[in-house]
């Protein structure tokens, strides 16, 4: 497990075991552990990870900071503008093996249907006909 040592400048009050709880486990990705260099507690604080650019960030509920909620992933998101439009990070590789710059791909999501009935019969003079 890392240890990381947080500058006495930043202090990090201790959060209480209910608010880290209340963390959504499909995306916590670790527990940061500190403690002041001088000594004192040893502090607790949640990591969780943004669906869209895998931005992680320490998870304290009510602290004021905005975030998002993507409707499409069902997750929450860092809160910038980029991660406004529902790209996963996987759509996001995707995009980019296929050859888009990093900004368009950022953007793009491939629209995909299902079509359930065969497509309409056309006459020899180009007219649809409707179904038999």
Same mark, same amino acid.
């Given at each position: 497990m890392t240890h990381l040592h947080i500058p006495a400048n930043r202090p990090l009050t201790e959060?209480? *075991?209910?608010?880290?709880?209340? =963390? *959504?486990?499909s995306q916590r990705v670790g527990v940061l552990i500190s403690?002041? @260099?001088? /000594? /004192? *507690?040893e502090q607790h604080v949640e990591l969780i990870q943004c669906c869209h650019c895998q931005r992680i960030? +320490?998870? @304290? !509920? %009510?602290? %004021?900071? @905005? !975030?998002g909620w993507c409707g499409q992933c069902g997750k929450l998101t860092c809160g910038s503008n980029e991660c406004d439009v529902c790209v *996963?990070? !996987?759509? $996001? $590789?995707?995009? &980019?093996? =296929? /050859? &888009?710059?990093? #900004? =368009? =791909? !950022?953007? #793009?999501? +491939?629209?995909?249907a299902r079509v359930e009935a065969a497509p309409p019969r056309q006459s020899p003079g180009g007219v649809i006909l409707g179904r038999s």
């Open positions: 959060i209480n *075991p209910a608010d880290r709880r209340a =963390a *959504p486990t403690q002041d @260099v001088e /000594g /004192g *507690p960030w +320490p998870f @304290v !509920r %009510g602290s %004021g900071n @905005v !975030r *996963p990070a !996987r759509q $996001l $590789l995707d995009n &980019m093996a =296929a /050859g &888009m710059d990093y #900004h =368009a =791909a !950022r953007k #793009h999501r +491939p629209i995909t």
